[in-house]
């Protein structure tokens, strides 16, 4: 398809996926901050300073200046580098925001250890290897309501699904079934009983009321293919936790919603580009209500992948109950089409600018960039 009808009918389908109330457009800036290869990117204060910096691959970027900091050396594999996941945690509790990171071709999930000291590199540690990793997330499941414990993917059905906790600087593993369930992974309170849940694409793993057990039941209830990080939340108000995810490497952004007798039904939301392999719920807006925010990535496998060679794209989604309160209609917003920056594998999203709204960073193999959101930038308003 020519480049131009793809232009053409992303506007379309934004115009078309939302017909109830639709919010103001976000004005956003973009800023290129490294056009070098990376997968991935995370935000934190990693010189405490009081300012959110960026770190993707093997450097973090300093808030304001954006200078290029190089603290580790990673492996090249062709086009991808050994981290597809970076993920800000002070591991030792000294204070300094360290890098967990895991990768599909290193086989391992590491973190970086950051010293506190301008120029230093920071020394790698491994928490577990022996398995291809697509991607990790920080997840609460102890149920304390802080996102500190790692739920990594693993990318062989013989690896188990575990989870992992940091204890006196060290990192303990919980497994929780003896494999894992494909391409996909999520967590939250699927049944209502307080205690955050474990999603794979083919069913669901039920914590028990000690989740540092291994007494998780699995609930073969959906069949989601391959897919993103996967989220609990009750779309439709029906008191019913859904699920909101995507094809990671095909067409198609969908919610699953569930049914009182424990079945499922598929709503697509959209089918009109690929590879979102990367989704962030959050409050964009402030209204407060979570949208998505979520991207094209680049060159997932090299050109083999339906839609790949497609143009980029950012966007963000909102969804409102119809007129007659009978179904969920969703409102597209593009906020950035047809340039280098796609959505890679996180889109990570903080207050950068200290402004009060909300910006976010986008890094992949065409590069690392920075939204800025321009909402309240010298007293500007939405439109």
């Avoid at 976000?26 to 300012?51: M, V």
Wanted: hydrophobic share 35%; net charge negative.
């Amino acid at each position: 398809m020519r480049t131009w009808q793809l232009g053409v009918l992303a506007l379309l389908v934004a115009a078309v996926v939302s017909i109830a109330a639709r919010s103001p457009e976000i004005p956003f800036q973009r800023k290129t901050l490294d056009l070098g290869i990376s997968e991935t990117c995370a935000i934190a204060d990693f010189n405490n300073d009081s300012r959110p910096d960026v770190f993707s691959g093997d450097a973090w970027y300093e808030n304001p200046t954006w200078k290029r900091h190089e603290v580790r050396h990673l492996k090249e594999y062709g086009t991808y580098l050994a981290s597809l996941c970076d993920l800000p945690l002070d591991v030792d509790g000294d204070g300094f925001v360290d890098i967990v990171s895991s990768g599909w071709h290193a086989a391992k999930i590491w973190w970086s250890r950051n010293p506190g000291k301008p120029g230093a590199i920071w020394e790698d540690h491994v928490i577990d290897e022996g398995f291809p990793v697509e991607f990790s997330f920080l997840v609460d499941l102890d149920n304390d309501g802080k996102t500190r414990e790692l739920l990594p993917q693993f990318g062989n059905v013989n690896a188990p699904t575990a989870w992992y906790e940091v204890v006196n600087g060290g990192w303990k593993k919980h497994i929780v079934s003896p494999k894992s369930y494909g391409h996909g992974i999520g967590a939250g309170d699927v049944n209502g009983d307080g205690r955050n849940d474990i999603i794979t694409p083919q069913g669901w793993l039920e914590a028990p009321p000690d989740p540092r057990s291994g007494d998780w039941k699995f609930h073969p209830e959906f069949n989601l293919g391959t897919t993103s990080f996967i989220f609990v939340i009750d779309i439709n108000e029906d008191g019913l936790r859904d699920l909101l995810t995507a094809n990671a490497h095909d067409y198609g952004i969908f919610w699953m919603e569930q049914r009182p007798d424990h079945t499922w039904v598929k709503h697509m939301i959209d089918e009109s580009w690929s590879q979102p392999h990367a989704l962030t719920l959050v409050d964009l807006n402030g209204d407060g209500r979570k949208e998505f925010l979520t991207g094209k990535r680049f060159m997932a496998h090299d050109g083999h992948d339906p839609g790949e060679r497609e143009p980029l794209g950012i966007y963000w989604y909102e969804y409102h109950k119809s007129e007659d309160g009978k179904s969920v209609v969703w409102s597209k917003h593009i906020i950035d089409y047809g340039s280098r920056a796609g959505g890679g594998m996180q889109i990570p999203v903080a207050d950068i600018e200290g402004d009060g709204d909300l910006d976010f960073a986008v890094g992949g193999k065409s590069g690392l960039f920075l939204f800025e959101n321009l909402t309240k930038v010298r007293g500007r308003k939405n439109p």
